[in-house]
């Protein structure tokens, strides 16, 4: 809808994401909030794609193992699974893997606290426009009875 008229913009079944948000910046409405990437989201999956990105950097190089294997051992690792197929056979990468283990776990956690709550946050206020919505329209409906 459009701030001046009321009416509904016209949107194409061929728009785009990024048309729609132009759309929005065009006619200077405010995105709607399901629409909007949270940027403590962004943040929080973009650390953990860094540290595995650095996880299989670090052991690929330092154990010499495929990408395939350094990117497996990484994620094993960060998500606490540990199969013990592969490991650490020298004493710097065992060095690396503890502290890599201690700051990871730790980012993993914090950045699936993030997601989590944000979710949770989004449906409760989904919920509750739903429920003022309701509530509105049952007064609504209350004082045309009345007025019967």
Same mark, same amino acid.
């Given at each position: 809808?459009?701030?001046?008229?009321?009416?509904?913009?016209? &949107? &194409?079944?061929?728009? +785009?994401?990024?048309? %729609?948000?132009?759309? !929005?910046?065009?006619?200077? %409405?405010?995105?709607?909030?399901?629409? /909007?990437?949270? $940027?403590? %989201?962004?943040?929080?999956?973009?650390?953990?794609?860094?540290?595995?990105?650095?996880? $299989?950097?670090?052991?690929?190089?330092?154990?010499?193992?495929?990408?395939?294997? &350094?990117? !497996?051992?990484?994620? +094993? +690792?960060? $998500? $606490?699974?540990?199969?013990?197929? @592969?490991?650490?056979? +020298?004493?710097?990468? /065992? #060095?690396?893997?503890?502290?890599?283990?201690?700051?990871?776990?730790?980012?993993?956690?914090?950045?699936?606290? %993030?997601?989590?709550?944000? !979710? @949770?946050? =989004?449906?409760?206020?989904?919920? #509750? #426009?739903?429920?003022?919505? !309701?509530?509105?329209? =049952?007064?609504?409906?209350?004082?045309?009875?009345?007025?019967?």
């Amino acid at each position: 809808m459009t701030k001046k008229s009321g009416k509904p913009s016209k &949107a &194409a079944s061929s728009e +785009t994401i990024s048309d %729609i948000f132009e759309n !929005y910046a065009r006619e200077k %409405i405010q995105v709607p909030w399901e629409l /909007r990437i949270d $940027t403590k %989201i962004a943040a929080a999956v973009s650390a953990v794609a860094a540290l595995l990105l650095f996880g $299989t950097f670090v052991y690929h190089f330092m154990e010499n193992w495929s990408w395939i294997q &350094a990117f !497996y051992f990484s994620v +094993t +690792t960060l $998500t $606490t699974v540990g199969y013990g197929d @592969i490991h650490p056979t +020298t004493d710097l990468s /065992r #060095l690396f893997t503890a502290g890599y283990i201690l700051t990871g776990v730790a980012i993993v956690l914090a950045s699936l606290e %993030i997601i989590g709550s944000t !979710y @949770i946050t =989004r449906r409760e206020t989904q919920i #509750l #426009l739903k429920k003022q919505k !309701y509530e509105s329209e =049952r007064t609504k409906r209350k004082k045309q009875r009345q007025n019967l």
